[in-house]
């Protein structure tokens, strides 16, 4: 069996004037546990709610003090590779990226062409993921495994490879991914940020 990740993961910035630049992500400063779903879960699309802070008593807050903010949204899990992708990040203290039925759209759409042609490559998905208007960033990564769908080893391979880590550990909030079989078995994957 021989297994293969190739493609450079494209990362796109809308400026203000409507024009699209590369921009770099930053590297992860702290751990965090994240706890996830069972990857051979069979239905991964749920929600998982955020880890709530310690119930340390806190500090009475100044006269002056700002409202506190509402809480953040759960998490919604997709995907066995977003899990894979969530832990990543938390490893590198960044937030876990939801779940986008408009990213999804996207990914499935790469990946059944990918499939199709049989070999991989960057069309439009990063200008499409703007599309979704999720935030002012997107970015892809594709690949094939020859054995069939295999989200640990696409993921270890991502996290093998300054871009395609790049994007896994990039400015997103929202994540989609989709695995295609070609008919000779070979899968391929699209991974979309934004």
């Not at 759409?109 to 002012?136: E, Y």
């Amino acid at each position: 069996m021989v297994a293969v990740v190739v493609g450079a993961a494209s990362v796109l910035r809308i400026h203000s004037d409507g024009a699209r630049a590369v921009a770099a992500s930053r590297p992860a400063v702290a751990a965090v546990p994240l706890s996830g779903p069972d990857l051979g879960d069979p239905k991964p699309q749920r929600q998982i709610p955020r880890p709530t802070p310690s119930a340390a008593p806190k500090p009475a807050a100044p006269a002056h003090a700002a409202a506190p903010r509402p809480a953040a949204p759960a998490i919604v899990i997709g995907s066995t590779q977003q899990v894979l992708i969530n832990r990543d990040r938390a490893a590198r203290g960044l937030r876990p990226l939801s779940w986008s039925s408009c990213l999804y759209s996207v990914a499935l759409s790469n990946a059944k062409r990918m499939a199709a042609q049989r070999f991989i490559s960057h069309t439009n998905g990063p200008s499409v993921d703007l599309g979704c208007h999720l935030g002012g960033y997107a970015g892809e990564n594709v690949g094939y495994w020859t054995g069939g769908v295999n989200d640990a080893q696409i993921n270890t391979m991502f996290m093998n490879s300054a871009d395609h880590r790049a994007n896994i550990m990039g400015p997103y909030h929202y994540v989609a991914t989709a695995w295609r079989k070609a008919s000779n078995g070979v899968a391929y994957i699209a991974v979309e940020f934004s």
